[in-house]
C-alpha cells in the first residue's frame, strides 16, 4: 500500500490509499497536527533506520581497524596511522566516552609507545569536551610528569599542556608550578612580562611574600610593564608598583585607626602646622590631583610641602569625614587652600601590605583630590 498526501486550496487534505492498480480518493478535513505527525512518524522511522545503519558502519570500520592493530606487523608509523585514524573518527561522531576508553586503555597496555604523550592530549581533550575540567588537568598534569614532549604540526605537546592548565587550574601552588614552566622552557613562545606579573600574584594568593616581590620586581623592570592588560585586574602595574615601593620604604607615617588620622589632621590644620601635615603624607605614591586625573600619573605624583598654601590663607576642614566613605578609604572636605581651587577632599586609605604584619590594616593619608567632587 502507498499513501500520498496532498494539500489543495480549501485548506482539505486528500488522501490517496493505492491498492494494486486501484485508487480511491478521500476528503477530509484533518487539522493540520495531525498531518504533521504523521509525516514526523515516517521521517522518524527513516531516520532511525539511517542512523542504526550509520552506528552499523561505524563499529564495523573500528572492528577492521582493531583487526588490523591485534593481527598485522606493524612499525611505529603504521600503528601510529591506525590508532590516530580510530580516535578521528570517534571524534568525528562526538563519541567522547568512547574515545577515552579506548586511548586510556591503549596507553595502559602499551607503555613504550612513544605517542603516548600524544593519545593522552587528545584524551584530555575529550574530557575538556565533557566538561570535565579537573580528569582534563590531571591528563595535562600527567603527560607534562610522566612523559617525554613530542612536537604536533610544530607545536610541542607540553607547551600545549602548559597553556590549557594556566587555564582550568584553579590551585595557586599548581599555577605556579605552571606559570614557571612556562617562563623557564618557553621564553619565545609567551609574553613573559605578563607571565612574570601572573606568577607574582599567584604568589601573592598563596601567602609567599619574599617569592611575589622577586617575580613583582622582574615584572617591573619589563620595558613593556605599563602596557599589560589583564582582565579583572585593571590596576595591576599600580598595584604591583605600590607594593614594591612600600617595601623599600621606612613605613613611619601610617596610623593605627582612622579616627586617629583624622584627630591627627584636623590638629594641625587647625594649628597651621605645615610641619605636621608633611610628615603625615604618604610617602610613596602620595598624590594631589583633579577627580578626573590618574592617581598614577606623572603630574599628580610631584612632591611639594603644605607651608605653601597654608601660609596667608584661612583653612577649614569638615566636622566629619564625607558621606562617601567607606571601611577601607575615607574623605575630608577642606577649604580655603588657593584663590583658584578652593576647595580639597584629603584621601585616607586602609593599608593593605600582608607582608608587615605590624601596618597591615592601619590608616594612611594617600592623597588629595582638588575642587568638588563629580
Known sequence: MLAYIIYNQKSFFTIIIRYDKFYFMKKNRLHFATIIL?????????????????????????QKFQDILDTAELNSQQRYSIINQMATNYLNVKDYQGLVLFLSDWVEQNKDD?????????????????????????????????????????KSIHFMCL???????KTPTHRIKYFNE???????????????????????????????????????????ATTIQIPGEPDAYKNARHLIDYNSSSKDWTFESLEALETAIKKAIRNYDWRSL?????????????????????????EFSMRSFMRGNRIRFADSLDPSSTP?????????????????????????????????????????????KL
Request: negative net charge; charged residues 20%; proline residues 3%.
Open 278 to 302: 608633611d610628615k603625615y603624607k604618604a610617602k610613596v605614591n602620595f598624590f594631589s590631583m583633579s577627580w578626573k586625573q590618574d592617581e598614577m600619573d606623572a603630574n599628580s605624583q610631584e
Open 328 to 372: 577601607s578609604e575615607a574623605y575630608l572636605r577642606t577649604t580655603g587652600w588657593s584663590t583658584y581651587v578652593p576647595v580639597w577632599y584629603l584621601y585616607f586609605r586602609k593599608v593593605n601590605f600582608p607582608l608587615d604584619s605590624d601596618i597591615h590594616g592601619n590608616w594612611e593619608w594617600a592623597g588629595i583630590y582638588m575642587g568638588e
Open 163 to 169: 597553556q590549557n592548565l594556566i587555564q582550568i587550574s
Open 114 to 154: 612513544m605517542y603516548n604523550s600524544y593519545w593522552l592530549l587528545m584524551t584530555a581533550y575529550a574530557y575538556l569536551s565533557m566538561r570535565a575540567e579537573p580528569v582534563a588537568e590531571y591528563y595535562f598534569d600527567r603527560i607534562l610528569q610522566q612523559y617525554q614532549d613530542l612536537l604536533v604540526k610544530g
Open 38 to 62: 504523521f509525516l514526523f512518524t515516517i521521517f522518524s522511522a527513516c531516520n532511525q533506520n539511517n542512523h542504526n545503519q550509520k552506528d552499523e558502519d561505524f563499529f564495523a570500520m573500528q
Open 182 to 224: 612556562l617562563i623557564n622552557r618557553f621564553p619565545s613562545d609567551v609574553n613573559t612580562t605578563e607571565l612574570y606579573l601572573r606568577l607574582a600574584m599567584e604568589y601573592e594568593k598563596d601567602s609567599q611574600w619574599n617569592h611575589a616581590l622577586r617575580a613583582y620586581t622582574v615584572f617591573l623592570e619589563q620595558p613593556d
